[in-house]
């Protein structure tokens, strides 16, 4: 993996823009132009294309680890002028304080597999006897067991209409369904699933209220019981 693989991998699974890339590298005491960090981006088949020497990387490391870690106070890490794999594979885990066992699984997550002493071969001094470098193959796993973890979504942007255009825009309103031109501003009637307007007004049928009145004012002939049962007279 050359630097610049590095670079994007990171870029993308964090989802820095431009300026927080510009703003890492001043964090480490580097100042980069946008024009850079786009030349350093950009496809190696690119024309535009510029390779990200060892020290440049080495300072957005730096920043990528105050940016996660928070910036201690006093002078800036010194960035180194040569970078290895190892170096690179140090500073990562710094950045996102991983211990060798969250390593080892963070690695065993994309089914690579590397023991405990194999992890600390890489972090010995080049002229120790335990020393091992750290391979292409290492490193481009551990970047894509990073990007599995921790990688950042990017979000929708919304798109806000023009004043003029949000004024006279009419908006729809749907009462059993039918739709209902409404301009913004004018009062509108909540939907309510199966209500109807009034729905509360008890109807009164005039016809059946005035047969009511009428049977009301109806005279009643009233009968005593002795009338009742009076034996009708017989007439000759």
């Known amino acids: 993996m050359n630097n610049n693989d590095v670079l994007r991998r990171i870029r993308y699974t964090f989802n820095y823009n431009d300026k927080q890339m510009i703003a890492l590298f001043a964090s480490a005491g580097l100042q980069v132009s946008r024009e850079q960090v786009s030349q350093w981006l950009k496809k190696d088949n690119d024309t535009d294309f ?33 970078l290895s794999n190892n170096i690179v594979l140090t500073k990562l885990k710094i950045a996102l304080n991983l211990k060798a066992e969250e390593l080892i699984a963070l690695l065993a997550s994309v089914d690579f597999k590397l ?55 009419a908006h729809k309103t749907s009462y059993k369904g039918k739709s209902t031109g409404k301009t913004k501003g004018q009062k509108q009637e909540p939907f309510v699933e199966g209500a109807r307007p009034n729905a509360s007004a008890i109807y009164v049928n005039p016809k059946k209220q005035q ?12 009968l005593k019981p002795e009338d009742i049962y009076k034996q009708p007279s017989n007439k000759s």
């Open 115 to 169: 023991n405990k002493p194999e992890l600390s071969a890489f972090s010995r001094k080049t002229d120790h006897k335990h020393y091992r470098e750290c391979k292409d193959q290492v490193l481009r796993n551990l970047l894509q067991a990073i990007d599995k973890k921790y990688h950042v979504v990017r979000t929708a942007k919304l798109i806000k209409e023009p004043a003029d255009k949000v004024g006279n825009t």
């Open 50 to 82: 510029v390779s990200c020497i060892d020290s440049e990387l080495a300072y957005f490391l730096n920043g990528f680890i105050n940016e996660k870690r928070g910036k201690k106070a006093g002078p800036n890490a010194v960035a180194e002028k040569r």
């Open 211 to 222: 047969s009511a009145e009428n049977k009301s004012s109806r005279k009643v002939l009233k």
